[in-house]
């Protein structure tokens, strides 16, 4: 692997060469709402900012828009009622300054998207090709974060094209794929120690995060018992289920199918929405009967879902990144990782209150 | 690039109802390109998106089996919008049909055994496509005895009354098929399923059962099956959740760490007994 | 040393809990990241010692406390008593099971303007957050090269938009209060600021408005933390009959607002809970006080006041200013 030097200096005319070939976003401060960090489209004169702690939304929404249109049809004439694909944009995006756990995030969600022959999500998988991942790692990881205990961490490496570490003037560029080694190939070579001086960042960086749970007796739980814990009704108790969580969660990827058939007008659309576990008409059948009913089942689903279920189903993997938004963002200050403490306590059904 | 989401256009060649109540109706499909019905290769057991572009899908049963030829079958309820939209509809109408999708009853795996096979009310429809399977020459020698036990409310609610006559009239095949209480002109069994099923007391020896029915068939069945002592692994269920895509993505018919439309939607008592019963 | 206000809720709070005179206290205890605190449910008098009161309380208990049926002890500051008071009226709580401990208010610091003084740096503790001597906050941290910092923040530059114009910062129908009233309004003229779209024409002001909620993503966080949002399913998740589309179309998202404003209007206490929940920092008052103040202007009406005055919107007098009423 050979690391490549890019000084701060020289940032502009690394981001101008890139504009050529793709669009370039980076996360960039709001002006409507105080210290928020959004992604938008880095202009010409613009050099980004590395001075933030991460984007309040997950990049997801680039691979997997929040509203989508699938399908068209015509509700008349030749070929009325035949659904056709919409045509997908062909835009070519670099995200700059992807923080590590945004990208484990997309690669995670790679796995879900695209299991199969059957289930392979074309929507997703002609995004996620188009768009290139250039990561800036965390030298910083703030209070809410908690990358290392759900297996990620603030310099890894996982669905990123390019790592990048910042040593304060310079960037040290680690090419990770075939697309990143060509997109670096014109930068200088890294001299002798810079490599080093980029570890020891990382090593001070994971010192930095206090450890804030385990989950070997989750591991070791079966589905059942954690399922039956009398704690969920504690969680229940202030969570007031809404989506912030799921929203803003990189790995969050419940959808809606819902179509439009617009008043004016003969063509109609097929549209999919993120939708979220915390809604009760989530999993209304159409004879009223609902199987998680009660807010105790939609809160439970959400943690279980990430931290049993899908490690369960794929090969030990949590369904978390451990970025920390969901602490940051939810109104009520519902921490997954007091819920996770919880379900891995030694006696975890001496946790909260029986009901 | 296949697109997962796009259903095949299909076309109305046939309507019926079928019940006295008029809430099901029977809807047979003609693929509008030839090489959709090719793909569209199926198994008795599984399901398909009944897409109506404007209104949406809805998940259903396919009723018929795949050694009918083209012949593709739905028996629907009508209970939500877009069941309601095809209730309406008519032979000719255009709309779409995505799937096959899900798993299928185990039948390749349990050849020469002894079959049970327990139906409740309109879920009797992917059984009925599980019978016709079974009736194919190739595959009725592959297979022991069948006991087939259907119930609906009334006689005027049983589906494919004539088909099972048929079944009835071939070796092999007992058909137990009983409605709630008496009825004038009603000479079959009596009783609900499940006390159905306990009269009949069917041998667990060298056999498997198939389930389709509502929650509270299910429910009661499974203790009698229990008494009668089958194993958990020797009873298969079909389960119905609310779907989306079908395709084991959106995350709406999740329970536990099984999607029920991609790991189901049939699963073994044995992997049910192993999780929450959110369904 | 305790702050006192914290002492005293935690004092009242094991008394009630001790004499059986309630269930359960719905108050706050220390959030789990600076600058924030977690609603909290005390059951046993040992689980007060985890109640705390701060200036990050900024959430509204009466959405927890809403339809409970066991008697509860809510720790409520003025709007959010009001709010309380609002829903015993609506018949959500009732009052022989309703406990107001009353704490006067100094207002809520904003976390996101906490945060913006100090751009991007990590806050790592919030040293002390003092209810009313020091007039700031002093919060530790360290910036992306991990040098750290020491910084104090005034109050009044970090409250939250409706703690400036607050007018009853002393609970309002309190079965007790554990502080000294502080002086009922904070000082700043509610209709200067409520409708700051106002002087526009209908162009521009359209324009301000799609621009203001043109970031919302839906999660309903402002719905589902205001305890005047109850419906059993809300019009906006209706799917059948389907009054609002689900989309990311302004059209969508617009009529969500609009319609929520709407149904809000003469019941809202202007509590801030809805911005602080925002997941997006949008500024929903912008509505919800215009409407307030043309409720005031027009019936004189102030929500939650007491527990008997039907709201304007939900009621008839023949002298209505509405011209269809007569």
């Known amino acids: 692997m050979q690391y490549k030097i890019l000084s701060k200096d020289s940032l502009a005319g690394f981001v101008e060469a890139l504009s050529k070939e793709y669009t370039v976003y980076a996360p960039k401060r709001d002006k409507k709402v105080p210290n928020k960090m959004v992604w938008k489209v880095l202009e010409a004169d613009e050099t980004p900012t590395f001075e933030f702690v991460n984007t309040e939304m997950s990049p997801k929404d680039f691979v997997f828009p929040q509203s989508e249109c699938m399908m068209r049809f015509k509700a008349?004439?030749?070929?009325?009622?035949?659904?056709?694909?919409?045509?997908?944009?062909?835009?070519?995006?670099?995200?700059?300054?992807?923080?590590?756990?945004?990208a484990k995030g997309l690669s995670f969600m790679d796995m879900i998207f695209c299991q199969d022959e059957q289930t392979n999500d074309v929507y997703w998988r002609d995004k996620r090709e188009r768009t290139v991942m250039i990561g800036l790692a965390c030298n910083n990881p703030c209070p809410s974060c908690f990358c290392l205990e759900a297996n990620c961490g603030p310099h890894h490496e996982a669905g990123l094209d390019i790592l990048m570490v910042d040593l304060g003037v310079n960037l040290l560029v680690k090419p990770l794929t075939e697309r990143g080694k060509s997109i670096a190939a014109s930068l200088p070579d890294a001299e002798a120690g810079e490599?080093?001086?980029?570890?020891?960042?990382?090593?001070?960086?994971?010192?930095?995060?206090?450890?804030?749970?385990?989950?070997?007796?989750?591991?070791?739980?079966?589905?059942?018992?954690?399922?039956?814990?009398?704690?969920?009704?504690r969680v229940c108790e202030t969570c007031i289920n809404c989506g912030t969580c799921t929203f803003v969660c990189p790995t969050c990827h419940c959808f809606d199918i819902q179509d439009e058939m617009p008043a004016n007008g003969d063509t109609g659309r097929r549209v999919r929405n993120w939708d979220y576990c915390m809604a009760p008409l989530f999993t209304l059948h159409t004879s009223g009967h609902n199987p998680r009913g009660k807010k105790v089942a939609r809160v439970r689903q959400r943690f279980m879902h990430k931290y049993k279920y899908i490690p369960m189903k794929r090969g030990g993997e949590v369904g978390c990144v451990g970025c920390g938004r969901c602490v940051r963002l939810c109104p009520v200050n519902i921490d997954i990782r007091d819920v996770i403490n919880a379900m891995n306590a030694p006696d975890a059904t001496a946790e909260g209150r029986e009901v | 690039m296949l697109n997962p989401y796009l259903p095949y256009p299909v076309r109305i060649s046939d309507v019926r109802v079928e019940t006295e109540d008029k809430t099901l109706r029977t809807f047979e499909f003609e693929f509008l390109h030839e090489k959709d019905?090719?793909?569209?290769?199926?198994?008795?057991?599984?399901?398909?998106?009944?897409?109506?572009?404007?209104?949406?899908?809805?998940?259903?049963?396919?009723?018929?089996?795949?050694?009918?030829?083209?012949?593709?079958?739905?028996?629907?309820?009508?209970?939500?919008?877009?069941?309601?939209?095809?209730?309406?509809?008519?032979?000719?109408?255009?709309?779409?049909?995505?799937?096959?999708?899900?798993?299928?009853?185990?039948?390749?795996?349990?050849?020469?055994?002894?079959?049970?096979?327990?139906?409740?009310?309109?879920?009797?429809?992917?059984?009925?496509?599980?019978?016709?399977?079974l009736q194919d020459p190739k595959n009725r020698s592959r297979f022991g005895e069948i006991d087939f036990i259907y119930g609906a409310r009334t006689p005027g609610m049983l589906l494919y009354r004539d088909e099972m006559e048929a079944w009835q009239n071939k070796g092999g095949v007992r058909c137990h098929v009983t409605v709630d209480r008496e009825f004038p002109d009603w000479n079959g069994l009596t009783g609900f399923v499940p006390?159905?099923?306990?009269?009949?007391?069917?041998?667990?020896?060298?056999?498997?059962?198939?389930?389709?029915?509502?929650?509270?068939?299910?429910?009661?069945?499974?203790?009698?099956?229990?008494?009668?002592?089958?194993?958990?692994?020797?009873?298969f269920l079909s389960l119905e959740n609310r779907?989306?895509?079908?395709?084991?993505?959106?995350?709406?018919?999740?329970?536990?760490?099984?999607?029920?439309c991609k790991d189901g939607p049939v699963f073994s008592k044995a992997e049910l007994d192993e999780l929450p019963v959110e369904y | 040393m305790m702050p006192a206000r914290t002492e005293a809720i935690r004092a009242a709070a094991r008394r009630l809990l001790e004499a059986g005179r309630v269930d359960a206290v719905i108050g706050y205890t220390q959030g789990t990241i600076p600058l924030r605190a977690q609603p909290f449910i005390a059951y046993t008098p040992e689980e007060c010692d985890k109640l705390i009161w701060s200036s990050f309380c900024g959430?509204?208990?009466?959405?927890?406390?809403?339809?409970?049926?066991?008697?509860?002890?809510?720790?409520?500051?003025?709007?959010?008593?009001?709010?309380?008071?609002?829903?015993?009226?609506?018949?959500?709580?009732?009052?022989?099971?309703?406990?107001?401990?009353?704490?006067?208010?100094?207002?809520?610091?904003?976390?996101?303007?906490?945060?913006?003084?100090?751009?991007?740096?990590?806050?790592?503790?919030?040293?002390?957050?003092?209810?009313?001597?020091?007039?700031?906050?002093?919060?530790?941290?360290c910036n992306s090269t991990r040098e750290c910092f020491v910084e104090f923040i005034k109050r009044r530059d970090v409250k939250r938009d409706n703690c400036y114009t607050c007018m009853h910062r002393n609970p309002v129908g309190a079965d007790e209060v554990v502080a000294e009233p502080v002086s009922e309004t904070a000082g700043g003229d509610i209709d200067a600021v409520a409708a700051p779209w106002a002087r526009f024409d209908a162009d521009r002001r359209w324009d301000e408005f799609t621009k203001n909620f043109e970031d919302c993503i839906r999660c309903h966080a402002c719905r589902d933390v205001c305890p005047l949002c109850y419906c059993t399913t809300c019009f906006v998740d209706e799917s059948n009959p389907q009054w609002c589309g689900k989309t990311q179309d302004p059209a969508d998202v617009q009529t969500f607002h609009i319609l929520r404003a709407f149904h809000c209007a003469g019941?809202?206490?202007?509590?801030?809970?809805?911005?602080?929940?925002?997941?997006?920092?949008?500024?929903?008052?912008?509505?919800?006080?215009?409407?307030?103040?043309?409720?005031r202007a027009k019936w004189g009406h102030e929500p939650g006041m007491d527990c008997d005055t039907k709201p304007p919107l939900s009621t008839y007098r023949p002298d209505d200013p509405e011209d269809h009423f007569k």
């Not at chain 1, 045509?87 to 670099?94: G, L």
């Not at chain 2, 084991?248 to 999607?259: A, L, M």
């Not at chain 3, 018949?91 to 610091?109: A, Q, S, T």
């Not at chain 3, 957050?129 to 007039?135: A, T, V």
């Open chain 3, 59 to 141: 959430g509204n208990l009466a959405s927890i406390a809403s339809g409970r049926t066991d008697r509860v002890a809510v720790v409520a500051q003025g709007c959010v008593s009001r709010n309380l008071n609002g829903l015993v009226h609506e018949k959500r709580i009732k009052r022989e099971n309703l406990y107001i401990i009353g704490v006067p208010c100094l207002g809520m610091l904003d976390q996101r303007k906490v945060e913006a003084k100090l751009m991007g740096r990590n806050i790592e503790t919030l040293k002390s957050d003092p209810e009313e001597d020091l007039g700031g906050i002093v919060i530790t941290g």
């Open chain 3, 267 to 295: 019941r809202c206490t202007d509590c801030g809970a809805c911005e602080t929940a925002c997941p997006q920092g949008i500024k929903m008052r912008r509505l919800t006080s215009m409407l307030e103040k043309d409720v």
């Open chain 2, 243 to 260: 779907m989306k895509c079908g395709i084991g993505i959106c995350g709406r018919c999740n329970v536990g760490h099984q999607y029920v």
């Open chain 1, 195 to 233: 490599p080093e001086r980029a570890a020891i960042i990382k090593r001070h960086a994971e010192d930095a995060m206090k450890k804030t749970f385990s989950t070997e007796r989750v591991e070791q739980r079966s589905l059942m018992e954690l399922y039956n814990l009398p704690y969920w009704e």
């Open chain 2, 195 to 235: 006390a159905v099923v306990e009269r009949l007391a069917p041998k667990p020896d060298n056999a498997i059962a198939l389930v389709c029915g509502p929650p509270v068939m299910i429910k009661f069945t499974q203790p009698v099956l229990d008494k009668c002592g089958w194993k958990s692994d020797q009873i």
């Open chain 2, 37 to 133: 019905a090719k793909a569209f290769a199926y198994h008795p057991g599984q399901f398909a998106e009944l897409s109506i572009p404007g209104v949406g899908e809805s998940p259903i049963g396919i009723a018929s089996s795949p050694t009918e030829g083209n012949k593709l079958l739905f028996t629907v309820f009508r209970a939500g919008s877009v069941t309601s939209k095809l209730h309406g509809m008519k032979v000719g109408d255009v709309m779409g049909v995505r799937g096959p999708m899900g798993n299928w009853y185990p039948l390749d795996q349990n050849e020469g055994k002894n079959l049970v096979i327990i139906a409740g009310g309109y879920a009797v429809t992917t059984l009925r496509s599980t019978m016709v399977w």
């Open chain 1, 76 to 102: 008349e004439g030749k070929e009325a009622m035949v659904l056709k694909p919409v045509e997908m944009d062909t835009e070519r995006r670099v995200l700059l300054n992807v923080r590590p756990c945004d």
